[in-house]
């Protein structure tokens, strides 16, 4: 077992859905080998075999046959005194009773997660398991002065994270977006949040991305040996833009990687956007005339007019994940995403929707045909090399992953209306 995942974890539970959502989950860097089952009888068969081998048990409490409590019993049977969680749709008065049984029967229930299911709350719980609650820097922006960035750029402590990007109604991994990463000796790895608006409000967001881009450049080997239809899409500021010389410097160093530049997309914010002048349209212009990408990037928060739109080579919008992540529970982020998406077929754009936590979220973007998506549900950023590992991993599971969504909405739908025929 490595020092950042679980070893072996049993989850059980009767949604097959739920179960190849959770597998998929931990397998994603945060377990070695998940076992499934979908009733208490065959999960207390598998307690049998493996209660000594288990770091972790999800279980739901709700289940044919043998429900959630007995299984509990059956845990404290078979003397299991790992960390658990209970996993349920229950309301919570039920959970409760759960967990008061769990504590008379001396069980380690490290949790009750209420369904649907939030993945920053599991990975709260995985970590608690681990031992290693990961402890954020306190106050950041203070930390991160400008020539604490100065340095740190002289010392080459920028990297780049790369986080999948998937074929919404297949599951098929398309591609990856790159966001940079600071390995701070002394505070482990930082987010851009504390580090890009420190950097845009200086020259050193100009070093910063071009060393960004030399980092994609330089992982030319893994963007060759993954195949040729794979898509990179990399971050921009606008006061990166004015630098004239930098379509032509980062054809120098593509062309030098052997890279195929129309595999290749530039991500600008809309609010970014709005800041344009001379400079900025003519190297967005320069990028595309020589084969690259653009995109839209956090689209739905800045007030960008139609016309910069369509007058600009943009080819895709990336919705953004305020309202993607709100869009099933919130009326009105609801609206906003349909009304994005709307606009975006209208100009015939590629869509992509960010913030991609649910299985529902998911199944959202299925039903309004958004092209791509991406968010932790797929995978969380990662350096180049889990990524290597990742991907057979996940197209071992990708189309049924895609089906089990499909099914969700499905079912969705049959319960609307039979609810409308009810009303
Ligand atoms: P962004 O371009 O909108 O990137 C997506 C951000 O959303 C990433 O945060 C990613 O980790 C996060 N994210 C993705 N899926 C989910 C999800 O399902 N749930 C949640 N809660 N978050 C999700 P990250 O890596 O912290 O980057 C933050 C922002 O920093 C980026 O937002 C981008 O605007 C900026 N940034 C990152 N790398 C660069 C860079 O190299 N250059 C520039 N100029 N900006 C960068
Ligand atoms: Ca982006
Ligand atoms: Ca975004």
């Not at 986080?163 to 002394?186: D, H, M, Y």
Request: glycine letters at 6%; one cysteine or more; hydrophobic letters at 45%.
């Amino acid at each position: 077992m490595s020092n950042t995942s679980l070893g072996q974890v049993l989850v059980v539970d009767d949604d097959p859905v739920l179960i190849t959502v959770i597998e998929a989950f931990l397998l994603d860097g945060r377990a070695e080998v998940v076992h499934t089952a979908q009733n208490g009888v065959e999960a207390t068969k598998k307690l049998v075999q493996l209660a000594k081998k288990l770091d972790f048990i999800f279980c739901d409490l709700n289940m044919p046959d043998m429900d959630g409590l007995q299984f509990l019993r059956q845990v404290s049977n078979f003397n299991y005194t790992g960390p658990m969680a209970i996993i349920s749709g229950e309301d919570r008065s039920i959970l409760s009773l759960a967990t008061k049984l769990a504590a008379s029967l001396d069980l380690n229930l490290a949790s009750a997660i209420s369904k649907p299911l939030n993945f920053d709350e599991l990975d709260h719980v995985i970590a608690g398991a681990r031992g290693q609650i990961y402890k954020p820097i306190t106050n950041p922006v203070e930390k991160v002065s400008e020539q604490r960035l100065r340095t740190a750029l002289a010392e080459q402590e920028f990297t780049a994270f790369y986080q999948p990007k998937i074929e919404t109604s297949s599951g098929r991994l398309i591609g990856v977006e790159a966001l940079a990463r600071w390995k701070c000796p002394n505070d482990g790895w930082i987010r851009p949040d504390q580090f890009i608006p420190v950097a845009e409000k200086s020259d050193l967001i100009v070093e910063l991305t071009r060393n960004i881009i030399s980092v994609v450049a330089g992982h030319a080997g893994h963007w060759h040996e993954i195949g040729p239809d794979f898509g990179i899409s990399i971050n921009l500021s606008a006061n990166v833009l004015s630098d004239i010389d930098l379509p032509n410097d980062i054809e120098a160093e593509f062309t030098g990687n052997n890279l195929d530049f129309s595999k290749f997309t530039f991500e600008l914010t809309e609010s970014q956007l709005l800041r344009q002048n001379t400079n900025t349209l003519e190297t967005l212009a320069r990028l595309s005339l020589k084969g690259f990408k653009l995109s839209i990037d956090d689209f739905g928060t800045g007030f960008a007019n139609l016309e910069m739109i369509r007058d600009f080579p943009f080819s895709e919008l990336k919705l953004d994940r305020s309202f993607i992540s709100r869009a099933t529970s919130d009326i009105s982020a609801r609206a906003s995403a349909e009304a994005c998406i709307e606009l975006g077929k209208k100009l015939d754009m590629i869509l992509v929707a960010e913030g991609i936590e649910k299985v529902e979220d998911w199944s959202f973007c299925l039903e309004r045909d958004v092209d791509h998506l991406q968010g932790f549900l797929i995978a969380k950023p990662m350096p180049v090399e889990d990524l290597r590992k990742w991907i057979p991993v996940y197209n071992a599971k990708a189309a049924h992953l895609a089906r089990a969504v499909l099914a969700m909405g499905d079912l969705q739908s049959k319960e609307q209306s039979r609810q409308n025929n009810v009303a």
